[in-house]
């Protein structure tokens, strides 16, 4: 007997406390995203919980079907679309897990929209530093995923700096956190059972040999979007999975929460229009401004 979406369908109903759709009108609605692209799934999943999240990856995993988490799909390649399961986050999966107003730290389920915390953190005197335009509908899971950033790149760089660890559900539906692992620490954690230590552990052994060619090779350029951050992921004494993952574009896990550092918002804003006899003196008047305002390292 043929499998059919609607048997996928009633398979995950009976798995998820949350939503499943395998109508016309849910599927059509789901193949489309900002890209150019329309891929149309074979059902869409609305996880309530990191339980029901782990379910359908399970279930994905276990019977060969392609899976893709969605957060706004705001993305212009096509990232939130596959001819398998669809995982919209936003609708349900979207809490404030914890708030530390005196340290700074905000822990999201990936659904949450950007925008909507920022006018929370508000209230208290914070916000989140990368502004991507996209921040009026992207959920942390999406910007966490895509490592976005935004028109103020070079004071806060991208959204892997903000990064204190994520919960995330591998590939065979397991949950581990991961965060930054100190070097010194590695060869004591290669008897642990834990599965995110024997993560940093893999990531510590791939990419140790590597550092140099990665110094080397890794363009300079500010803006940058090549590939996995394999130039984060081993830094300043740390093995950083949870950098490796961010910007992954779920290839490597799907995003359940994220506890991202918080920044406090500029006592003062102002726009300066510039003008210049010549594009050369504008293109060095840019350079000496940018030397002046930094991203942070870490």
């Known amino acids: 007997m043929a499998v059919t979406p609607q048997m996928i369908a009633g398979k995950l109903r009976t798995q998820v406390s949350g939503k499943v759709y395998d109508d016309p009108l849910h599927l059509a609605f789901y193949s489309t995203d900002a890209s150019i692209y329309q891929i149309t799934p074979t059902c869409v999943v609305l996880p309530r919980s990191v339980a029901d999240i782990q379910a359908t990856v399970r279930f994905a995993a276990e019977n060969g079907i392609p899976l893709a988490a969605r957060g706004a ?174 910007g992954s574009e779920g290839t490597l896990a799907v995003i359940g929460e994220v506890t991202l550092r918080l920044v406090r918002p500029p006592k003062v804003k102002a726009l300066i229009q510039l003008h210049f006899a010549t594009l050369d003196d504008s293109a060095r008047a840019a350079a000496a401004i940018f030397s002046c305002s930094r991203p942070p390292a870490n």
């Open 73 to 246: 799909g705001s993305g212009l390649a096509g990232e939130s679309l596959c001819r398998g399961i669809v995982m919209d986050t936003t609708e349900l999966f979207h809490d404030v897990v914890e708030l530390d107003a005196d340290v700074g730290l905000v822990t999201c389920q990936a659904g949450v929209v950007l925008e909507r915390l920022n006018a929370r953190l508000a209230k208290l005197g914070w916000q989140f530093g990368p502004d991507p335009a996209s921040g009026t509908r992207a959920s942390i899971g999406g910007i966490t995923a895509n490592n976005s950033t935004g028109a103020h790149s070079i004071k806060y760089g991208y959204v892997e700096a903000h990064v204190e660890s994520m919960k995330v559900i591998l590939a065979d539906g397991q949950v581990e956190t991961l965060r930054a692992v100190p070097v010194s620490r590695i060869d004591n954690l290669r008897r642990s059972s834990n599965r995110a230590d024997q993560l940093a552990v893999a990531v510590h052994d791939l990419l140790a040999p590597q550092q140099a060619a990665i110094a080397n090779r890794w363009p300079k350029s500010q803006r940058n979007r090549s590939g996995y951050n394999l130039h984060r992921a081993m830094m300043d004494g740390f093995v950083n999975p949870h950098r490796l993952v961010t």
